[in-house]
T-cell receptor
C-alpha cells in the first residue's frame, strides 16, 4: 500500500512569489491535513479537508489556502511568500475517525530567500 | 483550547539506559493520544496510540499509558538503542462538537540522542 506522497520534496522561492504544494493521500483516506513545522513554533496545524470541504482551519493568515479534489488529492498554496514561511510542510491522511492515526508524508522543505 | 506539554529536552542517554519522556495534556472530553517519532529528513511516523483512559499503547519496546486522572501519557522504554535517536512528539486528537476534525495538537518535541 503506497504511503502519503508529497511533491516536490524541496523548493526554493523568492519573497513575494507564490507556491503550490501537492499531497496524494493513502488510497481510501478521505481526510487530508496540513501542518507547518519550524524550529521556533514546532508543528502547527494549517487546515484539514474531507470530501473536498475544509472542515477546520488553524491560525494562519489568508495567504495560506488549500483545496481537495474528488480523488482526495490535496494542494496547499501560499501567496506573497515571506521569509518566515520557510518551513517543512507536512501532509497527513487518515480515516475520518479521531481514534485512528494520521499517516504523514515526508514533507516539502520550502525555503524563501 | 487543546494543548500538549512535553518535558524539556534534549535528552542524552547511553545505550541500554531507561527512557522516560513526560507528556501532559489539556483537552475537553476524552481525546485520543499518540506518540510520533521523526527521524532526520523524514516525516512523522506513528509510534503508539491510546484511545481511552487506562489504555496502554506499545510498539518496538516503547510504552505509554493513558492516565485520565493526571492527564498524562508518558513515553517509556526499558533499554534504548542508538537507533532510537530521533525527535519524539506527543499529540492528541480532540473532539470538537463530537466529531473528529482531523486536527492533531502536538507537543514541542523532545530530541533523544543515544550514545553507544
Amino acid at each position: 500500500k503506497a504511503g502519503v506522497t508529497q511533491t516536490p520534496r524541496y523548493l526554493i522561492k523568492t519573497r513575494g512569489q507564490q507556491v503550490t504544494l501537492s499531497c496524494s493521500p493513502i488510497s481510501g483516506h478521505r481526510s487530508v491535513s496540513w501542518y507547518q513545522q519550524t524550529p521556533g513554533q514546532g508543528l502547527q496545524f494549517l487546515f484539514e479537508y474531507f470530501s473536498e470541504t475544509q472542515r477546520n482551519k488553524g491560525n494562519f493568515p489568508g495567504r495560506f489556502s488549500g483545496r481537495q479534489f474528488s480523488n482526495s488529492r490535496s494542494e496547499m498554496n501560499v501567496s506573497t511568500l515571506e521569509l518566515g514561511d520557510s518551513a517543512l510542510y507536512l501532509c497527513a491522511s487518515s480515516l475520518p475517525d479521531r481514534a485512528t492515526e494520521a499517516f504523514f508524508g515526508q514533507g516539502t522543505r520550502l525555503t524563501v530567500v | 483550547g487543546d494543548s500538549v506539554t512535553q518535558m524539556e529536552g534534549p535528552v542524552t542517554l547511553s545505550e541500554e539506559a531507561f527512557l522516560t519522556i513526560n507528556c501532559t495534556y489539556t483537552a475537553t472530553g476524552y481525546p485520543s493520544l499518540f506518540w510520533y517519532v521523526q527521524y532526520p529528513g523524514e516525516g512523522l511516523q506513528l509510534l503508539l496510540k491510546a484511545t481511552k483512559a487506562d489504555d496502554k499503547g506499545s510498539n518496538k519496546g516503547f510504552e505509554a499509558t493513558y492516565r485520565k486522572e493526571t492527564t498524562s501519557f508518558h513515553l517509556e522504554k526499558g533499554s534504548v538503542q542508538v537507533s532510537d535517536s530521533a525527535v519524539y512528539f506527543c499529540a492528541l486528537n480532540g473532539i470538537a462538537g463530537g466529531t473528529s476534525y482531523g486536527k492533531l495538537t502536538f507537543g514541542q518535541g523532545t530530541i533523544l540522542t543515544v550514545h553507544p
